[in-house]
């Protein structure tokens, strides 16, 4: 495989995966762009992001610009001389004279089978959305949101119990074998971009930390998609006596379930509980500040009687 030189752009965990693979093959990475550090943790110190702590413990060059607006930062990306960008979930939006500086373009490592689930949170949405399956798509970038034309491909299932963490790190992994493979056959002119169908688009939002409150009067097999969907962040929660529970697992039984229960009652000692349709039994729980527990044993531990309606 030609040595090509590179930039790297991106910011989280899912990120990193691509960059190590991309530092293994033994291209040579001329920058890391990433997001600057931002206030994290108790203590609300700067932290650096995933991708800076990986750069740094490589000995790589790194740059944190607050926007690539500005001629002079242009004119510094340019003066690199790439090959080609590699963008992996990095934040911040490229403009044209960004996306035209490198031989090969910049190239976009996208968790999802474009043109579905264009947009910041494709991973969650899938999950929410039911579908059967995802992936990594490989794309040359252009001025819109995911549009651009597509290099490679890779399918994985989704399975009934995965959850975006799972998924998030099954396809890093993809992501990252399906970078370097791109980049060889690019340079080597084996590869051809193909435009996106015009049918099948879909945006994935930005996740907000109020969806993760259940709504009982939903569908259990919503419910437990949600639970899944939103683990780690934001997580599944419901509010009771002014206090928060994390739903950490659950399944969604099948049938009614219900008894002619209104959303939110609780059923029985297993910690079911009835829902607009079905009803959500509820396997790993976590009250605020406190350890996980299974479902049964945080019932024995406390006063909810069944018959119980949960708050929202």
């Known amino acids: 495989m030609s040595r090509l030189r590179l930039a790297f752009m991106g910011t989280p965990a899912f990120a990193v995966r691509s960059l190590q693979a991309l530092i293994d093959a033994g291209h040579d990475i001329a920058r890391v762009y990433t997001r600057p550090p931002r206030p994290a943790g108790r203590g609300q110190k700067a932290r650096a ?44 939006l490229l403009p044209k004279p960004i996306l035209d500086a490198p031989r090969l373009g910049c190239l976009n490592v996208h968790a999802s089978l474009l043109p579905r689930w264009r947009g910041a949170a494709p991973i969650q949405r899938a999950i929410l959305a039911g579908d059967r399956e995802t992936g990594i798509t490989i794309m040359r970038m252009d001025e819109g949101l995911d549009t651009g034309p597509m290099l490679l491909a890779e ?32 340079a080597a002119g084996a590869l051809a971009a193909v435009p996106q169908p015009s049918e ?54 099948p049938g009614d379930g219900k008894g002619g229960r209104a959303p939110g009652t609780l059923l029985d000692e297993s910690f079911a509980v ?33 018959g119980t309606v949960l708050g929202g």
């Open 49 to 92: 992001s995933a991708v800076q702590e990986l750069a740094q413990a490589r000995n790589l060059p790194v740059a944190a610009p607050a926007t690539f607006k500005d001629a002079g930062e242009q004119a510094t990306f340019g003066a690199l001389d790439l090959d080609a960008a590699i963008v992996v979930a990095y934040g911040l």
């Open 155 to 186: 399918r994985t299932a989704i399975a009934p119990a995965d959850t975006a963490a799972t998924l998030h790190d099954r396809l890093a992994e993809i992501g990252a074998v399906l970078i370097v493979r791109a980049l060889g056959d690019l």
């Open 200 to 253: 099948g688009a879909s945006y994935a939002k930005r996740l907000e930390r109020e969806e993760g409150r259940l709504d009982w009067r939903l569908s259990a097999g919503d419910l437990a998609r949600r639970i899944r969907a939103f683990a780690p962040w934001p997580g599944a929660f419901f509010e009771h006596g002014g206090v928060r529970f994390k739903v950490l697992r659950a399944d969604a039984m």
């Open 274 to 306: 009835s829902c607009g349709e079905g009803a959500l039994r509820i396997l790993e729980i976590q009250r605020s500040g406190r350890a996980p527990v299974a479902g049964g044993d945080f019932l024995r531990g406390h006063a909810l009687a069944c």
